[in-house]
């Protein structure tokens, strides 16, 4: 039932079973534009309190029932009940955000893979990215456990723009020896575009969009918190976690507080590694006002993260050894792996700073949206824990504004606007003697500025939405102003001409400008069964350091040197897919073809500076990437008990034209498969547990021969297959069943097997007494992580809705 009155807006309603007409306690009823929600009571009622005028999605989620998606226009009061369907397919009709327009994963053309909060909370991780590396179409590069950053369909750093509830992350994205400065308690759900046609972000999404979700905001008139406590086996990982939350009548406020510690972590293979502890702690509050004219929050953050880098430094025995003796130690001892001090090799100190302004005020039957924030990035390498070598500190200043229209009548959705960056780079003082300063990169501002439109049109056939056509346009302009850097012999700055100096770096202006497009259609066939195909245009400009490198970059154990030539990227990418939603059953299988010319790389030379290979960057190539990626999960209408899912990624790449050794791109993760089989205990009146479950999971790796070989820039990687298991429930109070505690317990590589995955790029940090060794085979390097137990527990506290109707 949907009604209107002409007070306050607001929505409110029941939740019920279709069949048994009984209410539904706990269903979660949000709306993702605005990050409210609020769950159902005992008798199935809801109230999401006070909330702009507007059109919106609404989505409704509770456990053994399908999520229901329903288009509502809040005009004042408005009463709406949802019946729900009992079934164990979780994966129907969710809202997506990050295309622009609010859409959900049927009609949107583009594949889209979500990552819900019930997964992240199973599951095991040391950053956010490895919440969502195990799913179709996504991979993470590595340096260590704790240096991760995320790639879609075989391209990363730079190609994948990583939000925050829609914001971009700033934090050296072209850097490969630090990972994705985020908070992985942070992180409450996830979604991720696996293609070029996130049109409202710009040229930062030629691969796609990692979207990060914290929290949604409590219901109103209530306080809502958690303490979160996890410990990791393997690398002694210590996680807490306090998050907190209130609503009084529009007011909200959103705290989360983390910290967690690491020292070296363990394999069969290299016994502890040394150069791999990290420790990293985060502050993030968010205050706004959710009105009848819109909304308006204020959010800030500081995340501190320091963190080793391993260099692979050891003896001929395969011992590992300082870079440099400690007293008089020359390799650390147990004490030293089992540190949780990053202090005592070379590594990072990387800080993250950032303010955002958000707000969204009605405007007619639309919204205008005005967002600005700041943001810096402070970034050190650290010699021996005292000194640093290479320290500098970006700036930015992201803006955005655009406005949407939702005509729900129509089934008709509009957002336009323009968004963009200043940047200001700059390096920091030297240190003092006798340490010699690195600059990588040379002082400098870009400016980044972009218009798009994006459009979404349904039409309906006896009733319901069959076809969905979407599409938009967007032209970006890139501009960066680069300072010219002499140095003396000692690696100080001197002014250019000085005798004896030596050009660092030469100043520049360099302009890019281009256009990105998109238009897709998606089709819901009869029986549950539904088609997609999208078309996109991608244009990227050369990143800072692709244009200027000219320095040893330690974490990747290259001299880099940049191209001020290179060409801006100009992609242009098909996808299809065939997919089916069934009560009992469940998949999709998605392809893709990716034309990219210009395609920037660092090329790996045969010249060597200061003991490192020389990588150049180089963009004269066209570069083909195809793909394959399915799942398929089962969830039996007579087996309650059961739920089983697979999930399948195969991606080949070639360089037209190319030689043997050089045809295929580097760092293309090998093929993959993931399948897990969950057992769900049936909770039992009067127990103290609830939603019990027990899982187990393996993933196979194939063997990855396509690579660029050329010099030893890879080497192949083997096969290998891994075991997980998992087991969790919910402590509850039997007269209420309220949760007083939630247990996860997982096992990650039960069988404690030695690998080296294709993407883990510590496998070529090896060295000799020092000496700097190219590693030919994977088992010279550094491997993965071995067998970890992870025990997590969750106690939820605060108040509850009081809902009356």
């Not at 829609?166 to 992180?187: K, M, N, R, S, T």
């Not at 539904?530 to 050369?542: E, G, I, Q, T």
């Not at 899912?645 to 790449?653: C, K, L």
Request: aromatic residues 12%.
């Amino acid at each position: 039932m949907l009604s209107c009155g002409a007070s306050a807006q607001s929505l409110r309603g029941r939740v019920t079973d279709s069949t048994t007409h009984l209410p539904v306690q706990g269903a979660e009823i949000a709306i993702p534009q605005l990050r409210l929600g609020a769950v159902s009571d005992k008798k199935g009622f809801y109230d999401l309190g006070t909330l702009p005028r507007g059109n919106y999605d609404v989505e409704v989620q509770a456990m053994g029932y399908a999520p229901i998606f329903r288009q509502v226009s809040i005009g004042g009061m408005v009463t709406l009940d949802f019946a729900t369907t009992v079934s164990y397919n979780s994966l129907k009709q969710v809202v997506i955000t990050s295309l622009g327009n609010s859409t959900n994963t049927q009609r949107s053309p583009v594949p889209v893979t979500l990552i819900s909060h019930r997964m992240i909370l199973e599951g095991a991780a040391n950053t956010a990215i490895d919440l969502i590396a195990s799913q179709p179409g996504i991979s993470e590069t590595t340096e260590g456990v704790g240096t991760t950053k995320p790639q879609i369909n075989g391209l990363g750093f730079d190609r994948v723009l990583v939000l925050t509830d829609g914001l971009p992350q700033e934090d050296f994205q072209w850097g490969d020896d630090h990972g994705i400065l985020i908070d992985p308690y942070a992180v409450y759900e996830a979604e991720v575009i696996r293609g070029p046609a996130s049109l409202q972000y710009g040229a930062s999404a030629e691969a796609g969009v990692v979207n990060f979700k914290t929290a949604p905001f409590v219901p109103n008139g209530t306080f809502q918190g958690s303490w979160l406590s996890e410990y990791h086996t393997n690398n002694g990982y210590l996680g807490n976690s306090l998050h907190l939350g209130g609503n009084n009548d529009g007011f909200i406020y959103d705290l989360r507080a983390s910290g967690e510690l690491a020292h070296s972590y363990w394999n069969p293979k290299d016994g502890y590694v040394w150069g791999s502890a990290w420790n990293q702690g985060n502050a993030r509050l968010t205050l706004g006002l959710n009105k009848p004219w819109g909304y308006s929050r204020l959010s800030l953050s500081a995340l501190y993260r320091r963190i080793q880098v391993p260099d692979g430094n050891r003896d001929s025995t395969g011992r590992f050894l300082f870079d440099n003796p400690v007293g008089e130690k020359a390799a650390p001892t147990l004490s030293n792996f089992l540190s949780y001090s990053p202090a005592i090799a070379s590594d990072k100190i990387l800080d993250e700073y950032q303010a955002w302004w958000r707000n969204n005020v009605r405007a007619g039957s639309g919204s205008i949206g005005v967002d600005i924030g700041l943001t810096s990035s402070v970034h050190h390498d650290i010699d021996s824990g005292k000194i640093g070598e290479n320290n500098m500190v970006v700036y930015d200043i992201p803006y955005s504004l655009k406005y949407q229209l939702t005509d729900v009548r129509k089934s008709l959705e509009l957002t336009t606007g323009i968004n963009g960056t200043y940047e200001i780079e700059r390096n920091l003082p030297p240190p003092p003697a006798p340490y010699i300063p690195d600059y990588e990169i040379p002082d400098y501002r870009n400016f980044e500025a972009g218009g798009f439109a994006i459009a979404e049109k349904g039409f309906k056939a006896q009733g319901w939405r069959q076809l969905t056509i979407s599409g938009g346009l967007r032209y970006d302009v890139t501009h960066f102003t680069g300072d010219g850097m002499s140095l003396d012999a000692s690696g100080n700055i001197v002014p250019d001409g000085t005798p004896g100096s030596s050009v660092q770096f030469t100043g520049f202006n360099n302009t890019y400008s281009g256009w990105s497009g998109s238009a897709g259609v998606s089709y819901q066939l009869p029986h549950d069964q539904y088609v997609k195909l999208n078309v996109a245009k991608s244009f990227r400009a050369p990143a800072i350091n692709e244009l200027t490198s000219n320095g040893l970059n330690i974490g990747s154990n290259a001299f880099q040197l940049g191209n001020l030539h290179l060409k801006a990227e100009q992609g242009y990418q098909a996808d299809l897919a065939y997919g089916y939603h069934g009560k009992e059953f469940s998949s999709e299988l998605d392809g893709f073809y990716n034309h990219i010319a210009n395609f920037i790389f660092a090329d790996r030379t045969d010249s060597i500076l200061q003991g490192y290979p020389v990588y150049e960057y180089v963009s004269s190539n066209t570069a083909i990437l195809t793909g394959l990626s399915a799942y398929v999960d089962v969830h039996p209408a007579a087996a309650k008990w059961l739920q089983w899912n697979s999930r399948f990624s195969y991606i080949y790449t070639w360089l037209p034209h190319a030689t043997d050794s050089t045809d295929h791109l580097p760092w293309i993760p090998a093929p993959h498969l993931h399948s897990e089989l969950k057992l769900l205990f049936t909770d039992r009146p009067g127990s103290i547990l609830s939603g019990t479950y027990f899982k187990v999971g393996v993933a196979h790796y194939w063997a990855q021969h396509d690579i660029y070989s050329a010099l030893y820039t890879e080497v192949p990687s083997a096969a290998y297959t891994l075991i997980d298991a998992g087991v969790g429930t919910a402590f509850v109070k039997r007269k209420t069943g309220r949760v007083v505690c939630s247990l996860f317990v997982n096992c990650t590589n039960l069988t404690n097997i030695g690998y080296a995955d294709h993407l883990n790029l510590a496998q070529y940090f090896y060295s000799l007494n020092g000496n700097l060794v190219t590693v030919t085979n994977q088992r010279q390097g550094v491997f993965n992580m071995g067998q970890d137990f992870t025990l997590k527990v969750v106690f939820p506290f605060g108040t509850t809705q009081k809902i009356s109707l």
